[in-house]
């Protein structure tokens, strides 16, 4: 059973930096393309970033140049830095594996998902 535990969550104010965690268990980590998905409230689920088995990354248009997705497969790892946020980054961003298609993903196609973690970007 896979399970994705995501961290480092929380408020910020404009202009400030976050770095979330996710670790993963029940995989292969190695061979599986991790990707970070994010929900703001009224809204649907959508894509942000994702690495794939040999470390190349891909971005939504939206934090191309500000976020950078990175993984440890030693620890079984996959990270999200978070530079520059505005207040519509505001989401509850979630750690996804199983399903990622490169270079964008659906949330439709993920099999697995965490619990999530809350980032709050003040004005």
């Known amino acids: 059973q896979v399970q994705l535990v995501e961290s480092g969550g929380g408020l910020v104010q404009a202009g400030g930096s976050l770095r979330l965690s996710c670790a993963a268990s029940?995989?292969?980590?190695?061979?599986?393309?991790m990707g970070w998905f994010r929900q703001a409230p009224g809204k649907e689920r959508e894509y942000v970033a994702a690495?794939?088995?040999?470390?190349?990354?891909y971005y939504a248009d939206s934090v191309k140049g500000r976020f950078t997705i990175s993984r440890y497969n030693a620890k079984n790892t996959v990270y999200l830095q978070m530079n520059s946020l505005k207040p519509e980054d505001t989401a509850v961003y979630y750690c996804a594996a199983g399903g990622i298609v490169l270079p964008s993903s659906s949330p439709l196609d993920v099999s697995s998902w965490g619990q999530g973690t809350q980032v709050t970007v003040s004005s």
């Open positions: 690495i794939n088995w040999s470390a190349s990354t």
């Open positions: 029940g995989l292969t980590f190695s061979r599986y393309a």
